[in-house]
Nanobody, 122 residues
Framework: QVQLVESGGGSVQAGGSLRLSCAAS????????MGWFRQAPGKEREGVAT???????SYADSVKGRFTISQDNAKNTLYLQMNSLKPEDTAMYYC????????????????WGQGTQVTVSS
């Protein structure tokens, strides 16, 4: 099992930027899918972005062109750079991981962090 700890959340005004980090420890997967998810109060959890061991990425339509997912394998850290933030981006953001080659926010993820809050004011 992989332990995941998110950080970097906070409060910003619309149009601002934040970078979320997710530090991974414990067991490591040679082939994996890692993702960022978010959940706003009263709404279902939404997949934001994924990245696999080969660096291939995917994004939800709602964040394309504004968010960038990346990873630093030397630091075992996943990032989410969020630019041009909107009030509708307000949510708790979670990182998640799972072993395997298939990478999509629609798949099952076995390991989850505790989340970091992002609040965007208008």
């Amino acid at each position: 099992q992989v332990q995941l700890v998110e950080s970097g959340g906070g409060s910003v005004q619309a149009g601002g930027s934040l970078r979320l980090s997710c530090a991974a420890s414990g067991h490591t997967y040679s082939r994996y899918c890692m993702g960022w998810f978010r959940q706003a109060p009263g709404k279902e959890r939404e997949g934001v972005a994924t990245i696999d061991a080969f660096g291939r990425t995917s994004y939800a339509d709602s964040v394309k062109g504004r968010f960038t997912i990346s990873q630093d394998n030397a630091k075992n850290t996943l990032y989410l750079q969020m630019n041009s933030l909107k009030p509708e981006d307000t949510a708790m953001y979670y990182c998640a991981a799972v072993a395997g080659d298939y990478c999509s926010t629609r798949r099952y993820f076995s390991d989850w962090g505790q989340g970091t809050q992002v609040t965007v004011s208008s």
